[in-house]
């Protein structure tokens, strides 16, 4: 009889797992965590170097900028471009995204799941939902000078779209995702200090997760 | 009453018991999304579906996308009652050998 109900045992552990593998995408690396984790903080120790060397902020001087111009009520968006930290942040966001992924496809060879199929497209979907949003949204922020709001706004969009995803990988993401966004908020009431916690949310945040769930699905797996 | 009545002989195999598992918690699934997730061959799969599509559990839909068939398969409103039995039947099963 024993034997039989082990059977039973397997046969509904086969069916949860078979239900998971269908829907959710779980071959996120912990390790993609960490990677991304680390290049926050370079690319915020690099931010930080800067801002500390000019003593307005570069941020702060087209704000100026932006008000000497009363005829210019807008900033350009080609003058942002060319602002260095808008360089650091969008080679921090391309380099925390390659090596996510080189990571994570690692883990996706591992378990022999497939990296594009319809649980990683479904999780893609709704990552980009609130991040295309919010960035959309961000860019109106810098257009009309706000740029106080703005990395309390990347914590917030961030973490919005890690609970919209964590329905379709790893439910774990969920619980980093709040974390960002108590993070967001807190930091719009201390919004001089937003680099900090941008190198805690994105940064630490991220590493520490990123070994939590290496420690937890990867290393006994190894 | 046994439990083991409730038991279904159509879910016995693992390929069949898997396939139903994903049509439970997807709306629908393809014939190439099925085979990686069970690893299993073609003929092997196409045999099992057929035993899931005679017992009225599944809804095999053949399409094309190009020139490319393409199988999707859904379950049947009678297909998830069937399963739902079938889980309880499990269930039920081991805490009574407890």
């Not at chain 1, 790893?170 to 001089?192: A, C, D, H, P, R």
């Amino acid at each position: 009889m024993s034997n039989l109900n082990q059977e039973h045992h397997q046969n509904l552990h086969h069916i949860k797992q078979m239900m998971e593998r269908s829907s959710r995408f779980i071959s996120l690396s912990g390790l993609s965590g960490v990677a991304a984790g680390i290049c926050a903080l370079v690319g915020a120790f690099f931010a930080n170097n800067i801002i500390n060397k000019s003593s307005i902020s570069s941020i702060r001087s087209i704000e100026n900028y932006n008000m000497d111009n009363s005829k210019v009520d807008k900033i350009s968006m080609e003058h942002f471009m060319g602002n260095s930290l808008f360089q650091i942040a969008f080679i921090t966001f391309i380099a925390a995204l390659s090596f996510s992924f080189l990571f994570t496809y690692l883990r996706s060879k591992k378990t022999s799941t497939p990296l594009w199929g319809s649980t990683s497209k479904r999780l893609l979907i709704n990552v980009s939902i609130p991040m295309i949003v919010g960035g959309i949204y961000l860019m109106k922020l810098i257009e009309f000078g706000v740029v106080d709001l703005i990395a309390p706004g990347c914590l917030i969009f961030y973490g919005l779209a890690l609970v919209n995803a964590s329905k379709f990988t790893l439910t774990e993401v969920k619980y980093l995702g709040y974390l960002q966004i108590v993070l967001g908020i807190l930091n719009s009431w201390f919004v001089g200090y937003g680099i900090y916690f941008w190198a805690i949310g994105f940064g630490i945040f991220h590493i520490l997760y990123g070994i939590y769930m290496w420690n937890k699905y990867e290393r006994s797996s190894k | 009453m046994n439990p083991i009545k409730n038991l279904n002989k159509v879910f016995e195999n693992r390929i069949r018991l898997g396939l139903m598992s994903a049509l439970m918690v997807n709306d629908s699934i393809n014939f190439n999304e099925v085979k990686e997730l069970l690893q299993i061959t073609d003929g092997n799969l196409a045999s099992h579906c057929k035993g899931l599509e005679e017992a009225g559990y599944i809804k095999v839909q053949k399409g094309f996308i190009g020139r490319k068939t393409n199988t999707i398969y859904t379950a049947t409103k009678a297909g998830e009652k069937a399963f739902k039995l079938h889980i309880d039947a499990l269930e039920q099963m081991i805490n009574n050998s407890k």
